[in-house]
């Protein structure tokens, strides 16, 4: 039976944080009023039992979540995994979830890569990966949002500049637009280009969802978008100017998946998210639903 669907927005609760279990205990004590919603990837709670799925569940029946995905490897060369979308499908009706997001790239053919490849970029693989888009909302019931990602090689032969390409992707399957700043900044300095006309190129009116997190640097300078560092001035910056593109409020997103630190940290940098909000968007006296054009925002 499908449980009741949150609304996200609410009291401009528009940030969020992702859910982990190192941060199960500091949550069950408060929740900051600055995490307006929760992360999770299906891949790891779909299906839990136990003292975590208990736990998953008592934070469900109180918070919004969004459910962001990690292996659907939509532009891979292996049939596309109808199991872990129904799978996924049926977690997001369990827990009252109506937003699903995953990568525009691949990580499987005949098996899990346990990494996040590009897509070549061509007109050819436009028209592939918007076909398997496509057939992931049947299965869900629902538009998602796809997310560009950072990548560290430049496959050969491409048509078409990666911007071009995640537009060409989006428009073709009609979905909606995960747009990542961390991953933007992360290409931007690896292949020296500039990441404000980059943001410019995207698709920003169908933005559906927002992530933002720290990253590595190499000895030798190279960028590995890691979620495991604070982040720094000209990614927030790249939010802002994000906000400015956009021009209402959208769902935002912390990542931090390694060298977490306590949630008192974290929140700091939550709270930059919502301040970022305010003074761009000017989120007092907002609705109580969120204002996503273009977005299903039920679980049909």
């Known amino acids: 039976m499908a449980r009741h669907t949150h609304s996200i927005g609410v009291d401009n609760t528009w940030s969020g944080l992702g859910f982990r279990r190192e941060l199960i205990p500091a949550l069950q004590q408060a929740v900051p009023e600055a995490i307006g919603f929760f992360e999770v990837a299906p891949e790891n709670w779909a299906g839990m039992g136990g003292r975590a799925g208990r736990d998953l569940r008592a934070f469900t029946e ?21 199991i872990l979308l129904r799978r996924t499908r049926d977690f997001m009706r369990e827990h009252g979830m109506s937003l699903f997001t995953e990568h525009l790239s691949w990580c499987a053919d005949d098996s899990h890569l346990y990494d996040l490849l590009p897509i070549p970029m061509t007109e050819d693989a436009v028209r592939y990966t918007a076909e398997r888009i496509a057939r992931a909302q049947d299965i869900l019931g629902m538009r998602i949002g796809v997310e560009n990602a950072s990548t560290y090689i430049a496959p050969p032969g491409a048509e078409m500049t990666e911007a071009e390409f995640v537009r060409a992707v989006v428009e073709q399957a009609d979905c909606l637009l995960h747009l990542d700043v961390n ?3 992360v290409n931007s300095q690896n292949f020296g280009f500039d990441p404000h006309a980059y943001l410019h190129q995207l698709p920003l009116e169908r933005t559906c969802y927002v992530h933002v997190a720290g990253h590595y640097v190499e000895d030798d300078g190279l960028l ?3 979620h495991g560092s604070d982040v720094i001035d000209p990614v927030w910056q790249l939010l802002q100017a994000a906000y400015q593109r956009i021009g209402h409020p959208v769902l935002t997103c912390l990542e931090r998946d390694f060298n977490i630190p306590d ?3 974290l929140t700091q940098e ?7 909000q305010q003074q761009v968007l000017g989120l007092h006296g907002l609705p109580s639903q969120a204002p996503a054009p273009n977005a299903t925002r039920q679980v049909a």
Do not use: M, W
């Not at 962001?68 to 995994?81: E, I, N, R, T, V």
């Open 263 to 265: 949630l008192q940290t």
């Open 183 to 185: 991953n933007i900044y």
């Open 224 to 226: 590995i978008d890691t």
């Open 62 to 82: 109180r918070y919004p979540f969004v459910c962001h995905g990690l292996s659907l490897s939509l532009g891979g060369p292996g049939p596309l995994d109808d």
């Open 270 to 276: 939550v709270k930059h998210i919502a301040r970022l």
